[in-house]
């Protein structure tokens, strides 16, 4: 039943990469690229591997690329626009979106607990990723880099960073979907040592500071108690993850 099915996805696989202009090497790569741990749990063929390691790959890869495009290409952005700018283009709905819109789920190989049910989004980034892993893998680094940019410059031009920089609502948005209280701002005068009017502000949750900003009004350190503290909300998730 595998082998029938597995020469119907290469046939797919093979004419999808042709169409997205990879000119491809060893099909082996991308037939990895597209297998689900569920089909790999179901077959006695040893050879047969998920797309786990080939994502590690490709997320470093496209974490890379995009930081090195942003540099190159936004000379005026400070490295805390940057960072914003790369999250958010490489962020799971972007490739997700992605995933989606090529129709990975038609190339994937799952098992039968899987193959009838909708994909989740982190199974569309997680192909996605792989996916430009393997492409490194088979074509090397400049193909890969091209790949990729010519996939995210879209994404990259339509981000409104003004838009990204409401830290406050971001932050009460992410507290909110996790049935939390609002959040308090407490703002003093503090001045530089400079003896120029600085604002100090910290953002808490009953009595707990989840971040803290300095800046020249009020409104900005706001802005920046808000924005450390959901960079420390997400170091935290990060960390819990690799555990």
């Not at 995009?66 to 914003?84: H, K, Q, R, W």
């Not at 009838?116 to 890969?144: C, F, H, Q, R, W």
């Not at 530089?192 to 009020?218: A, H």
């Amino acid at each position: 039943m595998h082998g029938s099915v597995d020469n119907n996805k290469i046939t797919k696989i093979e004419l999808f990469l042709l169409k997205k202009n990879i000119q491809y090497k060893n099909i082996a790569l991308y037939r990895k690229a597209f297998t689900h741990t569920s089909y790999v749990h179901e077959t006695n063929d040893d050879s047969i591997d998920s797309y786990e390691r080939l994502e590690f790959l490709g997320d470093a890869i496209l974490g890379k690329t995009i930081a090195v495009y942003l540099y190159e290409n936004y000379s005026d952005l400070e490295p805390g626009d940057l960072s914003l700018m790369r999250s958010n283009i490489v962020c799971k709905s972007s490739l997700a979106k992605l995933g989606k819109r090529f129709e990975l789920e038609k190339l994937a190989f799952f098992g039968r607990g899987e193959i009838n049910k909708t994909p989740s989004d982190s199974i569309y980034e997680d192909m996605v990723e792989s996916l430009i892993g393997a492409i490194y893998l088979d074509l090397g680094e400049e193909v890969t880099k091209k790949f990729i940019i010519k996939l995210f410059k879209p994404i990259i031009i339509a981000i409104d960073l003004n838009a990204l920089k409401d830290f406050k609502t971001q932050l009460q948005e992410e507290l909110q979907s996790e049935k939390r209280k609002t959040v308090k701002y407490r703002t003093i005068d503090k001045n530089n040592d400079k003896n120029e009017k600085m604002f100090f502000s910290q953002v808490l949750l009953d009595n707990l500071v989840l971040g803290e900003g300095f800046s020249t009004s009020k409104k900005k350190a706001e802005q920046k108690a808000a924005q450390n503290a959901l960079e420390k909300k997400a170091a935290k998730e990060g960390s819990e993850d690799v555990s």
